[in-house]
């Protein structure tokens, strides 16, 4: 899964490379990942309602419950956005699936997204995102 | 834990009469006395408060007309299921195992993917590999951290596993091949270091005699599975068990003399059951062992078995199946076990009331289901959190049970 992700930017890359070596136009840049802030803060509130009592209040899992950071990142990245939000509202909480409204759905993914290091942006996220989860920002600080 | 052999209160003449009917044969020497005239000195079980070391949730996955073991093509690829055993899981694997393989096999592969890593996943990726294939299970955990592990751990075979009516009369068949294949496989375990499969003494206590619970449907109750989607009560339930009491052991009556407890009246029965370490750590190193490759993996759709470099695979994913494979026909039904600290030398079990300790190499389970409720227990609900008010509550009521005949005498 990786790999191919690595692989699709290092493509991308070529591609832009030898787009300005050819001197044509630069090409319009892709669609990022976006949500918006007051999406996050909207889905926190709605996580500590309807899963913190799970998942824990820093999205830390269990043995038995996933964590929501670290290995969720190998889990989703790749998978269109979109698949988050519509698998909350039709599997999760467990205990009552399909209780969460789309709305909410779509906010909580948002807070997800936020807790593993995707920064906000102006564009708020939508319920049909087909953008694939692309890696996060780099985890290794820069050295002093 | 033999769940159905539940303790009531009134109406004990079949039991009396039982005796009362052995008692001539065993004075003229035909029959040897269950524990030959001896009463057994047991290690006294720590059941306090302070002993609790983990509370455990997990939901069984029930299909009201058993285990899906059917097969379908996705893209281009074999899939053959194996899941969906409610409270059985453990039991059946191996028979269950057996035919999933024997299907894949049915096209020739030369490898298979195993999707899921339960005890249903883990023993068919095992089974597999006897069979000659080479086998790369693909799942989000190994064992030890799957709701197998969350179970209580006893040969339960016929546990929430069916219901009689959507399962239909060739189920039993199926589920007794299954059961035999399953309880010789075990066999092969005994013995073995680490004692991954055991059996243990279990004793049920009480204060009045002791009689098999039965479950007659309630004709003031007209819903049922095909009306609701769910059972709605006890006799709905498919029992099988009767099939293999030929080499199961049942419960037999303990005679005054032979009885180790204060409590009057009392059942002892030989329990198969299983140690999750032990049996894990041996079932994975085998897999290991004979080149298994387990892969970290996610699904989040059966299309995405169709990006799997193997032609065929065995879904094992268990509960997981209901969104995944959006079988909806998959009904939760919720368990709950405390652990206590692991007592080696009280190597026994006691039921009481609707409690019910069980001294395993992992731990002493703990278990609190109420006996009016039986097989419903836990239906429809899928909340996975523990609950440990109910464990505290268990060990409250067994703890003056497990008094010994005679005060000291331990």
Not at chain 1, 16 to 45: C, E, F, M, R
Request: charged share 20%; hydrophobic share 45%.
């Amino acid at each position: 899964m990786r790999k191919r992700i690595i692989g699709a930017g290092v493509v991308a890359g070529l591609v832009a490379v030898l787009a300005g070596g050819a001197g044509l136009a630069a090409p319009k840049a892709p669609p990022h990942l976006s949500y918006t802030a007051d999406q996050a803060a909207a889905g926190a509130q709605v996580y500590a309602v309807r899963c913190a009592m799970c998942h824990g209040r820093r999205m830390e899992g269990t043995l038995e419950t996933p964590a929501l950071t670290g290995k969720f990142v190998a889990n989703w990245a790749g998978r269109p956005v979109g698949d988050l939000p519509a698998y909350l509202a039709r599997a999760m909480p467990q205990f009552a699936p399909g209780s969460l409204t789309g709305d909410e759905a779509v906010r909580l993914t948002a807070f997800i997204l936020q807790a593993n290091g995707y920064a906000a942006g102006a564009r708020p996220l939508g319920a049909a995102e087909r953008i694939n989860l692309p890696l996060p920002p780099p985890i290794v600080a820069p050295r002093q | 834990m033999a769940r159905r052999s539940v303790l009531v209160g009134a109406g004990g003449m079949g039991a009396l009469a039982g005796l009362g009917a052995a008692a001539p044969a065993r004075a003229a020497g035909l029959i040897p006395p269950a524990g030959a005239g001896m009463r057994p000195t047991l290690y006294p079980m720590r059941v306090g408060l302070d002993q609790l070391i983990d509370v455990k949730c997990c939901i069984r996955p029930l299909r009201a007309a058993g285990p899906n073991l059917s097969a379908e093509m996705i893209g281009d690829r074999l899939v053959v299921h194996n899941y969906g055993h409610g409270g059985s899981g453990w039991s059946l694997s191996w028979g269950s195992a057996e035919i999933a393989v024997g299907k894949a096999l049915s096209v020739l592969p030369r490898d298979v993917a195993v999707v899921g890593c339960g005890i249903i996943g883990l023993t068919t990726a095992v089974v597999a590999q006897r069979a000659g294939l080479k086998v790369t299970i693909y799942a989000r955990e190994l064992i030890q951290r799957t709701r197998s592990f969350r179970a209580s751990g006893s040969f339960t075979p016929d546990s929430r596993v069916a219901l009689a009516e959507p399962a239909g009369a060739a189920f039993g068949d199926l589920w007794e091949q299954m059961a035999r294949l399953s309880w010789k496989t075990f066999r092969t375990y005994l013995g073995l270091p680490g004692n991954p499969v055991e059996f243990g003494d279990s004793w049920a206590l009480s204060d009045t005699p002791i009689e098999k619970r039965h479950w007659p449907a309630d004709p003031a109750i007209t819903d049922s599975f095909a009306t609701k989607g769910v059972p709605v009560q006890n006799s709905e339930f498919g029992h099988y068990n009767e099939r293999i009491k030929d080499i199961v052991p049942q419960a037999v009556d303990v005679p005054a003399e032979e009885n180790p407890f204060a409590k009057p009246y009392v059942q002892r029965s030989s329990q198969m059951y299983f140690n999750f370490s032990s049996y894990g750590h041996t079932l994975l190193q085998e897999f290991f062992e004979r080149g298994g490759r387990f892969v970290n993996r996610d699904f989040h759709s059966p299309a995405e078995y169709a990006q799997l470099p193997e032609k065929v695979v065995i879904n094992c994913t268990g509960y997981a199946a209901r969104d995944l494979w959006g079988d909806k026909t998959i009904i939760p039904v919720r368990g709950q076990t405390g652990w206590l600290v692991p007592q080696p030398d009280a190597h026994y079990a006691v039921r009481y009331h609707n409690v019910s300790v069980h001294s395993k190499a992992d731990g002493v389970v703990v278990m609190n289901n109420n006996p009016d409720i039986g097989e419903m227990l836990g239906v429809g609900n899928s909340m996975e959190l523990p609950d440990r008010s109910g464990i505290e509550e268990a060990l409250k009521i067994i703890a003056p049970a497990l008094a010994p005949a005679t005060a000291g005498r331990v």
